[in-house]
């Protein structure tokens, strides 16, 4: 039962929506458990809220409202003619500390980001009714259709890049792994690193040595085994359905099986997932190796592995959606178990080493962060159509970024 003298009850209701969210992603929040953890009755509820579509209402509202207050002051200073750099760090970090203190309002807007597929476009506009402008019209547009439109592609993956890093690190502080140093250290490191990247003042690898590695990280698609048909069907039900809408049954009338099949094989639908991506990442760590062995230095290991998650995704694009449904389930100790029976985890560790040691105080999940990268590049790029060469020139730009950060010129 929450208590609070200082929270109206209203609050209180509103409160648990957002923690409710944030422990179980997937579920639908039922008004009795809302109820419950509040420790008022369910028709208590209806005191406050016409209905559970009014309640979900003015939880999405709030949210909107806290989330613009935040970027208010990142827009403010970006607009004062004597701002610095220094200035606009500082309205950044504290952006960042607060979703850390507050990760259960993050985890809502991203559970609103998965479950919608217009997410993009009614974010951009309720902020822009909140008075955020400069923030989003600078690369993108909601034209008269009401469509979310990309005019500079190369500033929009820019902001990928930091929202990519920033979710990350939220859903890694929203599982405790935040627990060393106090909040406005991590926010300051991670906001450090996500200005200036590695410190470079320019990118390290020359553009001919660039199409020599981009010539090595090509992947031939007629000599590449052939994707798992579980799989395919797998991440078509997600496309259909969406990442909240996975069973078991829609599986097997995607495959044409019947649902007693796909148990004979495996206990649960996680299971399943579990075991599929499990021989999807085998695969790609194998190549990600091979390829790897014509690096000269740590950061040329970083381009490649960045060229070829994006080489095979274009190739293999089913991994996609399939890989962030599990992700986002939270089931990362399974996930991890799935990969050491691959070995994938542990053929790893050197990278993940030199990696921590260039990433200062994120020595937790540097790597599951850069692992992401790519992910979300595809993601938002298939989205608003690049092509498969804007997508490799994502991944070039955002190199760039970790060596040299999103304020410098690369």
């Known amino acids: ?85 220094e200035k606009v760090f500082v309205s950044v970090c504290r952006v960042v500390s607060y979703f850390m203190e507050h990760t259960t309002y993050f985890l809502y807007l991203l559970k609103l980001a998965v479950a919608s597929q217009n997410f993009e476009t009614r974010f951009v506009l309720e902020m822009k009714n909140r008075g955020i402008r400069e923030l989003i019209t600078f690369y993108s547009k909601v034209d008269e259709t009401g469509n979310f439109v990309i005019f500079d592609k190369r500033m929009y993956v820019r902001y990928i890049y930091a929202f990519s890093r920033t979710a990350f690190i939220l859903l890694a502080c929203s599982k405790n792994s935040c627990s060393a140093g106090s909040v406005a250290e991590k926010a300051e490191s991670f906001t450090t690193f996500l200005f200036n990247g590695f410190g470079h003042r320019t990118v390290s690898i020359s553009e001919q040595r660039r199409k020599v590695l981009d010539e090595t990280c090509r992947i031939d698609a007629e000599n590449f085994p052939e994707e798992n048909r579980i799989f395919l069907a797998l991440a078509s039900v997600i496309g259909k359905a969406g990442v909240t809408g996975i069973t078991i049954q829609k599986l097997a009338d995607e495959l044409g099986l019947a649902k007693s099949s796909l148990y004979s094989y495996f206990s649960n639908k996680n299971e399943l997932i579990r075991s599929l991506i499990a021989e999807e990442f085998s695969l790609l760590m194998d190549t990600v190796k091979e390829k790897e062995k ?26 996609i959606p399939v890989s962030g449904w599990l992700r986002l389930s939270c089931d990362t100790a399974s996930l991890k178990e799935a990969f050491r029976s691959k070995k994938i985890t542990g053929e790893d560790a050197e990278f993940r080493k030199l990696l921590d040691e260039k990433i200062p105080g994120e020595k937790e999940f540097s790597f599951g962060w850069f692992m992401s990268i790519p992910v979300t590049l595809y993601i938002q790029g298939r989205t608003h159509e690049f092509t498969n060469e804007d997508l490799q020139q994502a991944v070039t730009e955002v190199y760039g970024f970790i060596e040299c950060g999103i304020i410098a010129k690369t």
């Open 294 to 319: 014509a690096a000269l230095n740590f950061y040329e290991m970083i381009y490649i592995r960045l060229r070829v998650f994006m080489t095979f995704f274009i190739l293999r694009p089913s991994i």
């Open 1 to 85: 039962m929450m208590n609070s003298k200082n929270i109206s009850t209203k609050d209180l209701i509103l409160d648990t929506v957002f923690s409710l969210q944030s422990e179980d992603f997937f579920s639908k929040i039922s008004l009795s458990k809302i109820a419950e953890r509040v420790g008022i009755s369910k028709t208590a509820i209806f005191r406050h809220f016409k209905n559970k579509d009014e309640l979900m209402s003015e939880a999405e509202s709030r949210l909107f409202d806290i989330v613009a207050d935040l970027l208010l002051d990142v827009q403010d200073q970006l607009g004062e003619k004597d701002s610095t750099i």
